[in-house]
């Protein structure tokens, strides 16, 4: 049973483009979270959805951020005229059902941003 | 607001037992829970409380008083491997998704030889 995959584990742009991070959840997990964590510091909650519907979206920024998981394929966090300060590690995390404690986590993708 | 304190940095030797404190301030509670995570690597759960008192799993123990908002995780007989950060975590109950997690400022342990 593989687990959370995530990718790319590392990717670069430049100032102004834009950035797309996927993720595939646990196979049976119908629950996907995204985290980001700033170095030395702790994971914070971005947004969380369910197949077809953002359930909540409270920790994203209001622009240039945005996500998606559709019917088929991978969760993708997208990120446009992406700015220094996105450069972060971007966690996914799913889970396979509602009220779950335990969120099981993939390797990240670490966004640099020239 | 929900926070989540932890100390920064805790440093202990090899066969050691060390003790990561993590005390919570929370809307509403459901349990605490404990994940690990490997230079920057995937977090990792470790363990969940949701009542009060000790709960064991192998050389990590997590314990949870519920009156006092507090937790701790213990890890016993520490290996070089266990060298890691410590982030304690509680569900955020706001607004009705339940499902988001609140995560501690985190603990980097370094265990020396």
């Known amino acids: 049973n593989a687990g959370v995959m995530q990718n790319p584990r590392h990717l670069v742009r430049r100032r102004g483009q834009e950035a797309r991070l996927r993720c595939s959840p646990m196979k049976g997990h119908s629950h996907v979270y995204w985290y980001r964590q700033l170095p030395e510091e702790g994971l914070k909650f971005m947004v969380y959805l369910q197949k077809e519907n953002i359930i909540d979206e409270s920790g994203m920024p209001k622009e240039r951020f945005s996500a998606e998981f559709p019917k088929e394929g991978p969760s993708i966090l997208r990120i446009q005229q992406v700015v220094r300060g996105d450069s972060a590690a971007y966690f996914c995390?799913?889970?396979?059902?509602?009220?779950?404690?335990?969120?099981?986590f993939g390797p990240g993708t670490r966004l640099t941003v020239l | 607001g929900q926070s989540l304190e932890q100390p920064s940095e805790v440093t202990a030797v090899e066969g050691a037992i060390v003790q990561i404190n993590c005390t919570y301030q929370?809307?509403?509670?459901?349990?605490l829970s404990w994940y690990q995570q490997h230079d920057g690597g995937a977090p990792t759960f470790l363990s969940y409380n949701a009542l009060d008192g000790l709960e064991e799993t192998g050389r990590f123990s997590s314990f949870l008083s519920r009156s006092d908002s507090y937790g701790y995780l213990l890890l016993q007989e520490l290996q070089m491997k266990d060298s890691a950060s410590y982030f304690c975590?509680?569900?955020?109950?706001?607004?009705?998704?339940?499902?988001?997690?609140?995560f501690g400022t985190g603990t980097l342990l370094a265990v020396q030889p």
């Open positions: 929370t809307s509403g509670f459901y349990g």
């Open positions: 995390a799913s889970s396979p059902r509602t009220g779950e404690d335990t969120q099981y």
């Open positions: 975590a509680v569900r955020d109950q706001r607004g009705g998704a339940t499902n988001k997690l609140i």
